[in-house]
């Protein structure tokens, strides 16, 4: 059981974090860290895929809402690009579908970030 | 594969794992797959998995946790009843222990509110000399359909 994150950047001054695998208390941290470090440089417009993600849980969610807190301080965003049913399944039952804007497509999540 | 459980058969899975983050991928797997013995949907199975998966990182989360995590999966004719103890002094009550700030109080809250959600029944003890004994119940809704 692994994550593996990549951080690419996008037009418009923002960044993509693909992450791939399973987001749990074991591996959130590395999610957390990644997001992080972009927030650190200033980076607050965020796509964060979660195409390749199998599995999220409450950890997973908490990093993912710390980020979104941490990126609206400075007026930012954080949409994220979700095709997977049962993680929207996990977004839809904790109400997060109204806190995150959640999306079909990258370019689609792209294009509401501005 | 073997055929799934017939209505007869009792299946009874142990696992004991160390209180720690890596191990609790373990924990969820084991649980995944006496949910597909039973005639769980992938749906159903993903949420045993998470309710699995909730129900020990509670405990992990907390201080106090004990040194190792007992999981207990009893597959029935038309349940599956699973069990999380916990030797440790402290346990999912600590999800609104006044010494966690706000946003973590939430984010701890939010495993328990998906435990009760994605299961069918769930109840908990937590005692200092007990530590924490989680039950949690999965129905089969429709057996015939799956």
């Known amino acids: 059981m692994d994550i593996k994150v990549n951080v690419r950047e996008a037009p418009g001054d923002c960044y993509v974090i693909d992450l791939s695998g399973e987001i749990d208390v074991y591996t959130s941290p590395k999610v957390k860290d990644a997001i992080g470090e972009l927030i650190d440089r200033g980076v607050y417009f965020l796509v964060i895929n979660l195409e390749k993600v199998r599995y999220i849980d409450s950890t997973g969610l908490g990093v993912l809402i710390g980020g979104l807190k941490r990126v609206r301080e400075h007026g930012g965003s954080v949409n994220l690009v979700c095709t997977n049913p049962q993680i929207k399944k996990i977004f839809d039952i904790t109400g997060l579908v109204k806190i995150f804007g959640i999306f079909e497509s990258e370019d689609a999540a792209m294009k509401a970030l501005v | ?146």
């Not at chain 2, 696992?15 to 191990?23: A, D, G, Q, T």
């Not at chain 2, 309710?51 to 190792?68: K, L, N, R, S």
């Not at chain 2, 994605?118 to 989680?134: F, K």
Request: proline share 5%; hydrophobic share 45%; glycine share 4%.
């Open chain 2, 1 to 146: 594969m073997n055929p799934a459980v017939e209505p007869s058969d009792k299946e009874l899975v142990e696992l004991r794992i160390p209180s720690r983050p890596e191990w609790v991928a373990l924990a969820r797997l084991a649980a995944a797959t006496v949910a597909n013995r039973l005639h769980f949907s992938i749906e159903e199975i993903e949420d045993v998995k998470l309710a699995v998966a909730e129900a020990c990182t509670a405990v992990i989360q907390h201080d106090g946790h004990g040194e190792f995590i007992d999981l207990t999966c009893e597959a029935l004719s038309d349940l599956l009843r699973i069990r999380v103890r916990d030797s440790g002094r402290h346990g999912l009550q600590r999800a609104e222990a006044p010494n966690m700030n706000f946003d973590e109080a939430r984010i701890a809250g939010l495993g328990v509110f998906l435990i009760r959600t994605l299961m069918d029944e769930v109840s908990y003890d937590v005692s200092p000399q007990m530590g924490t004994d989680l039950l949690m119940v999965k129905r089969l809704t429709s057996p015939t359909d799956h």
